[in-house]
């Protein structure tokens, strides 16, 4: 794997891990308005996501088309928080309530299972080769599917912050 792609996922991850450890279960649960995921929702998505994103990857790498596809800037498309996007229902996270430990258990579990999936594949040229269809970017490479990994969790941990700011003027 990439260096600088292994070092974006370790930044992200780090970055979200500390923006939710000190929170307790009540901020991490509650909704900051009708319709708006709480903070322990967004995380389960980010969880869900990853867990996705190597279901799909797997699918990919056994596709026997292998015609490259346009790569895309897809870090601008996805920290541009402007445009909302509808999370797959495959994506969607569970009501809760979720226990603080509890999630960062859940995004360490996947994040190993993804490194160790990334482990496996032994000629990782093959993932710029060869691509699938996501949900808001279109076709993208399989290598970009592992970006918009760190990507995604990038934009939501924007969301977190904004999250934080409504909840503490609420109080």
């Not at 800037?73 to 569970?94: G, Q, S, W």
Request: with cysteine; net charge negative.
């Amino acid at each position: 794997m990439n260096k600088s792609i292994n070092d974006k996922l370790y930044e992200m991850r780090n970055n979200l891990v500390n923006e939710i450890t000190l929170l307790d279960d009540v901020q991490f649960n509650s909704e900051p308005e009708k319709n708006m995921w709480s903070i322990a929702q967004v995380c389960h998505h980010l969880v869900l996501v990853e867990e996705a994103s190597i279901k799909v990857i797997t699918l990919g790498l056994k596709e026997m088309d292998s015609t490259p596809k346009e790569r895309k800037k897809i870090h601008h498309i996805l920290i541009d928080r402007t445009k909302k996007y509808k999370a797959p229902k495959i994506v969607e996270p569970d009501v809760g309530p979720f226990e603080v430990q509890q999630i960062i258990d859940l995004l360490n579990d996947s994040r190993t299972k993804l490194m160790t999936f990334l482990s496996t594949i032994e000629d990782k040229s093959i993932l710029a080769e060869k691509s699938m269809k996501h949900p808001a970017l279109g076709e993208l490479p399989l290598d970009q599917w592992i970006e918009q990994i760190y990507g995604h969790e990038q934009r939501h941990i924007e969301q977190i912050k904004e999250i934080k700011l409504l909840l503490a003027a609420k109080h």
